[in-house]
C-alpha cells in the first residue's frame, strides 16, 4: 500500500510553486521529503522555486513518530532532512519559502535553507525549540543559523531554544518580511517572478557554489560523525 504524498507541485509562469499539507502539523517524515525531492527534480527548468505550507503551519519539525523508533530510525529522518535542506540551500535557482503560522524546529531550518523567507502575520512561533525538548541541534542546522540568523540572536536561537512570533523572527533572521495572512500567497509569487525574471540563470548558479558550497561540503563530510550525537531524551 502506498501513502499518498502531502507534496503537489504547479506551476505559475517560470516559478515551480510547491505545496505542503498533511492536514495536520506538516510534519517532515519520509513521504513529505521524498515527495519535495520529487517536486525539486521536476523544477530542475524552473526560474524560482516557492515552497508554500498549509493555513496555520508551515512545518513543525520532524515526524516525532520516526524519531521515536530508535536511535536508527531517528538517524535516518534526520539524515534525509540534512541532505534535503542542503539541496534547497544549493539549489541553482532562488528558493522562496511561504511560512503560514508555526515553523518550528527542522521547519525552521528549512526556513534557514531558503534564499527569502515571508511570513504571514497569523498567529504562530518560529524557532529552533529541540534543547527544550530533549534533543540536540545537528550540525546541519547549526551552520545554516551560523550563516542566516543574526550574530545577536544566535546563542539564544540555538544554544537556549528561544522561539519567536513571526514579527520578532525578522529580526533573528528566520524571515525577512511579515505580511497580511490574506496577502501571503500573491506576494510571494509576485516576488518570486521578480526575481526570476531580473537574475540571470548561470550567473545565480554559479555564485550559488561560491558562495554556499564550503557550507554545504562542510555539512555533508561531518554527517556521518554528527548523525549518532542525535539522540532523544526520554
Same mark, same amino acid.
Given at each position: 500500500m502506498t501513502t499518498e504524498s502531502p507534496v503537489s507541485l504547479t506551476h !505559475? &509562469? @517560470? %516559478?515551480? /510553486?510547491?505545496?505542503?499539507?498533511?492536514?495536520?502539523? @506538516? =510534519?517532515?517524515?519520509?513521504?513529505?521529503?521524498?515527495?519535495? @525531492?520529487?517536486?525539486? !527534480?521536476?523544477?530542475?527548468?524552473?526560474?524560482? /522555486?516557492? *515552497?508554500? &505550507?498549509? #493555513? &496555520?503551519? $508551515?512545518?513543525?519539525g520532524f515526524d516525532l513518530? #520516526?524519531?521515536k523508533k530508535g536511535p536508527d530510525a531517528a538517524q535516518a529522518i534526520v539524515r534525509k532532512g540534512a541532505e534535503l535542506c542542503m539541496r534547497l540551500y544549493g539549489f541553482p535557482a532562488p528558493v522562496l519559502a511561504g511560512s503560514d503560522g508555526?515553523?518550528?524546529?527542522?521547519?525552521?531550518? /528549512?526556513?534557514?535553507?531558503?534564499?527569502?523567507?515571508?511570513?504571514?502575520?497569523? +498567529?504562530?512561533? %518560529?524557532?529552533?525549540? #529541540?534543547?527544550?525538548?530533549?534533543? +540536540? *541541534?545537528?550540525? $546541519? =542546522?547549526? #551552520?545554516?543559523?551560523? !550563516?542566516? *540568523?543574526?550574530?545577536?540572536? $544566535?546563542?539564544a536561537a540555538t544554544l537556549l531554544g528561544t522561539t519567536y512570533s513571526p514579527e520578532d523572527a525578522v529580526d533573528v533572521g528566520f524571515v525577512d518580511r511579515v505580511v497580511p495572512a490574506a496577502d501571503l500567497e500573491s506576494t510571494i509569487l509576485e516576488v518570486a517572478a521578480a526575481h526570476a525574471e531580473a537574475l540571470s540563470p548561470s550567473g545565480f548558479a554559479t555564485t550559488r557554489i561560491n558562495v554556499r558550497q564550503a557550507t554545504i561540503d562542510h555539512v555533508r563530510a561531518t554527517l556521518d560523525e554528527d548523525l549518532p550525537n542525535f539522540t532523544v531524551e526520554p
Open positions: !505559475d &509562469g @517560470n %516559478v515551480a /510553486v510547491i505545496r505542503i499539507d498533511d492536514g495536520k502539523a @506538516n =510534519a517532515l517524515g519520509h513521504t513529505a521529503m521524498d515527495g519535495i @525531492n520529487a517536486a525539486l !527534480d521536476d523544477a530542475a527548468d524552473a526560474r524560482a /522555486v516557492v *515552497l508554500l &505550507g498549509r #493555513e &496555520g503551519k $508551515f512545518s513543525a513518530g #520516526e524519531i508555526h515553523a518550528l524546529a527542522a521547519g525552521a531550518v /528549512v526556513l534557514m535553507s531558503c534564499d527569502i523567507r515571508i511570513a504571514s502575520d497569523t +498567529p504562530g512561533r %518560529v524557532g529552533l525549540p #529541540e534543547t527544550t525538548i530533549g534533543m +540536540p *541541534l545537528p550540525v $546541519f =542546522a547549526t #551552520e545554516l543559523a551560523r !550563516d542566516r *540568523l543574526s550574530r545577536r540572536h $544566535f546563542t
